[in-house]
T-cell receptor
Framework: DTEVTQTPKHLVMGMTNKKSLKCEQH?????MYWYKQKAKKPPELMFV???????INESVPSRFSPECPNSSLLNLHLHALQPEDSALYLC?????????????FGPGTRLLVL | AQSVTQLDSQVPVFEEAPVELRCNYS??????LFWYVQYPNQGLQLLLK????STLVKGINGFEAEFNKSQTSFHLRKPSVHISDTAEYFC???????????WGAGTKLIIKP
């Protein structure tokens, strides 16, 4: 099973809402990632978890809050977002946090902030 | 700083014709290279990757790429494209000293019937 699942597929939220994105993998991978992708652009790394510990935060605004409850799950909590945060949010996982590892991507959550 | 350049933002090609998508990287040290594909409204999927060894790498869906160290290139090729190859293709690079991937801007492959 090489699947990464993400829920919800689509999300519309107002600027005062609180919502969460969920990601799950059952490949035994120990590294998990959150990316943000704007239309016609490559993905931008937001967060990386390695062995359930946050190992990098790419200066992401605090209105985005990641959580890794266990080795299979990754959440992204959203609060007080801005319209410019509208994007495709991709989750990925890899065997380990190493340069040559393949990252397996989920289908993404398409977020619209009104 | 390491960078990845995809020279074409769009490549239109007729169905069943060959295609080459170009990727150049800048790095003075050993590098790992990847091609990912993103079909419309989907996540990214690995097509192939180069870690070491043979410079010709074969991937899924009939794609292959050649690592050329002297030209710092990793161009993606397919001898005959199909309408289902319509997608965005991203080249990416990584190094041992920095596990983060550096992404190219992407090339949109447009298949003309």
């Amino acid at each position: 099973d090489t699947e990464v699942t993400q829920t919800p597929k689509h999300l519309v939220m107002g600027m005062t809402n609180k919502k969460s994105l969920k990601c799950e993998q059952h490949m035994g991978h120990r590294a998990m990632y959150w990316y943000k992708q704007k239309a016609k652009k490559p993905p931008e790394l937001m967060f990386v978890y390695s062995y359930e510990k946050l190992s990098i935060n790419e200066s992401v605004p605090s209105r985005f809050s990641p959580e890794c409850p266990n080795s299979s799950l990754l959440n992204l909590h959203l609060h007080a977002l801005q319209p410019e945060d509208s994007a495709l949010y991709l989750c990925a996982s890899s065997q380990a946090r190493l340069a040559g590892e393949t990252q397996y991507f989920g289908p993404g959550t398409r977020l619209l902030v009104l | 700083a390491q960078s990845v350049t995809q020279l074409d933002s769009q490549v239109p090609v007729f169905e069943e014709a060959p295609v080459e998508l170009r990727c150049n990287y800048s790095s003075s040290v050993s590098v790992y290279l990847f091609w990912y594909v993103q079909y419309p409204n989907q996540g990214l999927q690995l097509l192939l990757k180069y870690l070491s060894g043979s410079t010709l790498v074969k991937g899924i869906n009939g794609f292959e790429a050649e690592f050329n160290k002297s030209q710092t290139s990793f161009h993606l090729r397919k001898p005959s494209v199909h309408i289902s190859d319509t997608a965005e293709y991203f080249c990416a690079a990584g190094r041992d000293s920095n596990y983060q991937l550096i992404w190219g801007a992407g090339t949109k492959l447009i298949i003309k019937p």
